[in-house]
Nanobody, 124 residues
Framework: QLQLVESGGGLVQPGGSLRLSCVAS????????IGWFREAPGKETEGVSC??????DYADSVKGRFTISRDNAKQTVYLQMNNLKPEDTAVYYC???????????????????WGRGTQVTVSS
């Protein structure tokens, strides 16, 4: 059974940075698509970014500020978040599906595995 564990969330001031990590165990995810979704109170689940063996994709709201990367040797995917804004406040979830390509437009229900999430709060 694939397990995903997120870490790196916290409280940060506007303009600050955080790096989220997602560690996979149970299966090798080298050729899987890994997606980051976020859920904020009163808002719909939003695809933030994803990475596959062939591409990366970002939501318009985070382009130029967030960078996704992966270290297959560590079975870890990172989400570097810079210039954070209050509207980035949400629980961030790491997800996985056995796809060769990915899109942030994909429905969250299309991803088969989810982590428990990590809270990101951007506030002064």
């Amino acid at each position: 059974q694939l397990q995903l564990v997120e870490s790196g969330g916290g409280l940060v001031q506007p303009g600050g940075s955080l790096r989220l990590s997602c560690v996979a165990s149970g299966y090798s995810v080298d050729y899987w698509a890994i997606g980051w979704f976020r859920e904020a109170p009163g808002k719909e689940t939003e695809g933030v970014s994803c990475i596959s063996s062939t591409n990366t994709d970002y939501a318009d709201s985070v382009k130029g500020r967030f960078t996704i990367s992966r270290d297959n040797a560590k079975q870890t995917v990172y989400l570097q978040m810079n210039n954070l804004k209050p509207e980035d406040t949400a629980v961030y979830y790491c997800t996985a599906v056995r796809w060769r390509t990915c899109s942030v437009e994909s429905d969250s229900n299309d991803y088969d595995y989810w982590g428990r999430g990590t809270q990101v709060t951007v506030s002064s």
